[in-house]
């Protein structure tokens, strides 16, 4: 428990000062959320509340057929039901989110969590591209970065969490892609994650925040924007910078979650930007990236990729790789935007599966497994659609068939069929 206590407590005095510093500490110390510096970079929330009992999550995942010609398609598989609209925000329907690639960040063991992250990509329509996650320990001493600042002797589970994310970099900087959305693999998103990207472009071209106006090449071709170079959307904890909380902008997103599903952190920065009161779990906040950490879900632009590197590889690696990244933007040398709530979120199970680090033999091998697995910040979470999605009844359907017609009357017939059925089995 003490490294993490002063994991906090280093970032917080360095970074934002001692008074933000006990209010994030009595946070983490009240919500029992830990950030683990071992592995690919995780963080945990205490298991008191099930997202998963929520009725308003059971609600949004029923699909509105009627509208949907692929919801009603058995061998679609896809959970996109919008058609999408021609404009430039619209290509948040494709499978890259309307960004260039979609990696994701996985440890080569962790062969469930590649799993889980194919079959849920799968079923938003997304595309993903694994970047192989890193063992600290086969780094060679001489690949580690200076560390000028000497604020924090990295732990080899540091270093493997930050070369995974300096390799994602490199892909971007090699590959002849504008953008990059980089996601870590123990994650959930809203199953209409189309629909909250396209809104996000949709505000982000034309940016009140931003300080040029787009270019034709960004009007024709970048629908998010490329004036930034990080842009922050799976954090664990966030702040917004103390002296400009003028800088936002807040717009309506259907697909917001509730005060009771957003952690406190969240409603606080809110707050802190003029959104509470109804506006909580109505209103998504765009506002410059100040105090981010966790890597869960993030997008760098090409020269996003290149600061980083230059300033978390060649120059000098700091600290863990999201603090590093923290600093460098309370500093003002990198660019960068933070979405609130966040539209990724960990997907926890419990147990030692939660985490890449060296388990703690006292939690149980898995807790509650995916079967009662939960995420928070989220509506309508991808991970709990995807099983109801592709759930069915293969006998049932025959004896559908077999009984003939398909009045709602005859269905209600079945359904007593099916409890009959079991009875007999
Ligand atoms: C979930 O929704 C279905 C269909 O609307 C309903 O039958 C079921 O009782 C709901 N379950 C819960 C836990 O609310
Ligand atoms: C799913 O439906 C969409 C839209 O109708 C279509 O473009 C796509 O090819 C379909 N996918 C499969 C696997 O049928
Ligand atoms: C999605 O759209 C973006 C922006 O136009 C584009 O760069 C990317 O290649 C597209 N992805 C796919 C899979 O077509
Ligand atoms: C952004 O502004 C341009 C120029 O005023 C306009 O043509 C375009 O429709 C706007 N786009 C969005 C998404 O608001
Ligand atoms: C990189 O970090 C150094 C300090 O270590 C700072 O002076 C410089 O401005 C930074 N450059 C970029 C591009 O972030
Ligand atoms: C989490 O909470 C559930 C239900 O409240 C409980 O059954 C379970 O034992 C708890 N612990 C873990 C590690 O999942």
């Not at 469930?112 to 970047?131: C, E, F, P, T």
């Not at 509730?258 to 909580?280: I, P, Y």
């Not at 199970?349 to 995420?375: A, C, E, F, T, Y």
């Not at 592709?390 to 049932?396: C, G, R």
Request: hydrophobic letters at 35%; charged letters at 25%.
């Amino acid at each position: 428990m003490l490294p993490k206590l002063l994991h906090f407590y280093f970032f917080l005095t360095l970074a934002a000062g001692f008074v933000i510093g006990v209010i994030v500490a009595s946070y983490g110390l009240s919500q029992g959320f830990a950030i683990h510096d071992l592995g690919i970079h995780e963080w945990q929330f205490r298991n008191s509340t099930s997202g998963l009992a929520s009725t308003e999550r059971n609600e949004s995942l029923v699909l509105e057929s009627a509208t949907s010609d692929l919801a009603s398609t058995p061998t679609n598989e896809s959970l996109v039901l919008e058609p999408p609209t021609s404009d430039l925000a619209s290509t948040a329907w494709n499978e890259t989110l309307g960004f260039g690639e979609v990696l994701y960040v996985s440890m080569p063991e962790r062969t469930d969590r590649q799993d889980a992250m194919n079959l849920a990509a799968s079923m938003s329509g997304l595309k993903l591209r694994l970047i192989n996650g890193v063992e600290g320990e086969s780094i060679s001493f001489k690949a580690i970065p200076d560390n000028n600042a000497k604020k924090w002797t990295l732990r080899p589970s540091e270093l493997g969490c930050w070369r995974a994310h300096a390799d994602a970099w490199r892909y971007v900087i090699d590959s002849n892609i504008e953008t990059a959305l980089i996601i870590e693999d123990d994650i959930d998103w809203d199953k209409n994650i189309h629909q909250i990207f396209q809104d996000l472009s949709f505000q982000m071209q034309n940016s009140t925040l931003r300080l040029v106006s787009p270019t034709d090449h960004e009007r024709v071709s970048a629908p998010y924007g490329l004036d930034w170079d990080v842009l922050i959307l799976g954090q664990c904890y966030d702040v917004a910078h103390p002296r400009h909380h003028d800088l936002v902008q807040v717009y309506d997103d259907p697909n917001v979650p509730s005060r009771k599903d957003t952690e406190a952190v969240f409603l606080r920065q809110m707050q802190s930007l003029g959104v509470n009161g109804k506006d909580v779990g109505k209103k998504r906040l765009l506002s410059p990236a100040y105090g981010p950490i966790c890597t869960m879900g993030y997008a760098i632009t090409r020269r996003g990729a290149q600061r980083l590197l230059l300033n978390l590889s060649y120059l000098s690696l700091r600290g863990p790789v999201d603090m590093d990244m923290m600093w460098t933007l309370q500093e003002g040398k990198i660019r960068g935007y933070t979405v609130t709530p966040p539209l990724f979120s960990a997907w926890r199970v419990g147990g030692q599966k939660d985490s890449d680090n060296k388990p703690d033999p006292k939690l149980p091998i898995s807790g509650r497994g995916n079967v009662g697995g939960w995420s928070r910040n989220i509506k309508s979470s991808a991970r709990v659609a995807m099983v109801k999605e592709l759930a069915m009844d293969n006998w049932m359907e025959y004896t559908n068939q077999g009984t003939g017609s398909e009045t709602k009357a005859e269905k209600g017939k079945n359904g007593e069929g099916k409890a009959n059925g079991r009875k007999r089995s």
